[in-house]
């Protein structure tokens, strides 16, 4: 197979040209057929290829992700049903048992992506599924406040290795420059999750039973849950080269696109040993820093909002009812940023703007008079949304974008996204009942760490320009990310032809 330069324009952005030998030369694709030129796979042809993949996958992953959200979320509905009063929380224990969900996230997620990555993301994300929404339906049977504990410590073991599964579930799927606008698609599902939420909430609430309403709410989301769980476990393909769904060609062209732009081996065994080299390079620890500035006022909003918006002086089923459009202006935003990005083939500055976006709002929210001033305070909340969106799909996108090697791959990522949500326990224990109704010291403290993000992310990208230029300057040529095939960059930054993706 062979893709003829310049047939495909954002090929030609790449400069790369795909020979059969790209395929053939390893043994984990599909053979590729050589001979004649009649069927050169040509724009047309990845075009159609990547529209099937969106159709058949990114929503069936949404959905996931949406339940995903909704079981680890959905504590902040039932406690504005009072939830914490029926179960006889004492002061500070809501707060305990929103923390301790973070432990076993961080804890379990590298070793069970580990997993992931040996037997598939195909049949491991599927099965955390169906765990993760056990749990939310045995949170519907819990008497007091230890029940709901136990089951928050094995929520937390569940959902921890779900979001760097499929970050890297996509990344075998789709080149560099169309990884941002899909992993878009997908996350929106967490503000829409987040924004039905509150209108489920609110319908739900509405119910009049002996059992206390907030308990339907566990036992509604568990169960269709675990129905989606096992419908994915069916339908979700093994790789992009082994889809069902696609013919012969199409897997052919899908495993090349990879080779070229994506990976530097396709299909790669882990070796622990081996991927762990990846927490050798400064840049991977100027990432981690960057997710833990993220994971504040991201765990923030996504704990608190309605607090947040009942801090606007609302009732309860009011509360929950405005929670929809700030997270709605949120996926929003995230959409128009992702597709901004892969247009420009650029990460650092629109991660950058959503840090800025984050500061602001929750500057805003805490200087103003938000209780007599409903509109002001309200449009914190969507900038708070519009922040806290882009930056973590776009930040994901960006490392991954740098790392060839797909175990260093799955690594970095199994640690940074739960590093982000570690910071869960920051969010959860700044939020306290004592600072009601505005939570002021919650607000400086996420917009400190807003603040902190911008400043990294614009260091990390400067960097990334002037290494950059110093690696044209040394070879005397003029290229950037997209001009180099991953095929070459098994060694990463130490490889001479390495140039960062911006």
Request: with cysteine; charged share 15%; proline share 5%.
């Amino acid at each position: 197979m062979s893709i003829q330069k310049g047939t495909d324009p954002e090929m030609a952005k790449d400069g790369l040209e795909v020979t059969a030998s790209h395929s053939s030369s390893r043994d984990h694709g599909p053979a590729v057929r050589e001979g004649t030129t009649d069927h050169l796979p040509s724009f047309e042809h990845e075009k159609r290829l990547a529209l099937k993949m969106d159709l058949r996958l990114l929503p069936v992953l949404a959905v996931m992700y949406l339940f995903n959200a909704l079981d680890k979320g959905n504590l902040g509905n039932a406690k504005t049903d009072h939830m914490d009063k029926d179960l006889g929380f004492k002061p500070g224990q809501y707060n305990t048992m929103l923390s301790i969900f973070f432990v076993p996230y961080v804890l379990f997620a590298p070793p069970i992506s580990m997993l992931g990555k040996k037997f598939g993301p195909h049949r491991v994300l599927p099965i955390l599924m169906l765990c993760f929404g056990s749990m939310t339906l045995l949170a519907a049977s819990v008497k007091n406040w230890s029940g709901l504990m136990a089951l928050r410590w094995f929520l937390g073991m569940s959902e921890s290795a779900f979001f760097p599964l499929v970050i890297y579930y996509l990344t075998t799927f789709y080149r560099r420059g169309e990884l941002a606008r899909r992993l878009a698609i997908f996350y929106a599902a967490s503000n829409i999750a987040n924004a039905f939420s509150g209108l489920f909430a609110f319908g739900v609430f509405h119910i009049e039973s002996k059992l206390e309403a907030w308990r339907y709410l566990f036992i509604i989301e568990g169960a269709a849950t675990v129905l989606f769980a096992i419908f994915a476990y069916w339908y979700l393909p093994k790789t992009a080269y082994e889809a069902w769904f696609l013919t012969e060609e199409e897997r052919q062209l899908a495993y090349t696109r990879i080779q070229i732009d994506s990976s530097a081996v396709v299909g790669e065994k882990f070796v622990l040993k081996d991927a762990l080299q990846i927490l050798k390079l400064p840049s991977s620890w100027g990432f981690l820093a960057i997710e833990v500035c993220l994971g504040v006022p991201l765990q923030s909003v996504s704990l608190f909002m309605p607090q947040i918006v009942q801090a606007l002086g609302y009732s309860t089923i009011k509360t929950n009812l405005y929670t929809v459009a700030p997270n709605i202006g949120g996926a929003c935003m995230l959409l128009i940023l992702a597709f901004a990005s892969d247009y420009t083939r650029l990460r650092f500055p629109f991660i950058a703007l959503g840090f800025l976006l984050t500061f602001i709002g929750f500057i805003l929210f805490a200087t103003q008079d938000v209780y007599n001033d409903h509109v002001v305070g309200y449009y914190a909340c969507f900038m708070m949304t519009w922040g806290t969106s882009a930056p973590s799909v776009l930040l994901s996108t960006w490392y991954n974008n740098n790392i060839a090697d797909e175990g260093r791959r799955v690594t970095l990522t199994s640690i940074g996204v739960p590093l982000a949500n570690l910071m869960g326990v920051v969010s959860s224990n700044i939020f306290r009942d004592k600072d009601l109704p505005k939570f002021m010291p919650a607000l400086i403290t996420t917009a400190s760490f807003g603040a902190a993000g911008f400043v990294i992310v614009l260091c990390l990208g400067s960097f990334m320009i002037f290494d950059n230029a110093r690696r044209n300057k040394a070879q005397g040529v003029n290229l950037a990310a997209r001009d180099v095939s991953t095929e070459k960059l098994r060694d990463g930054p130490n490889s001479p032809d390495f140039r960062w993706f911006l």
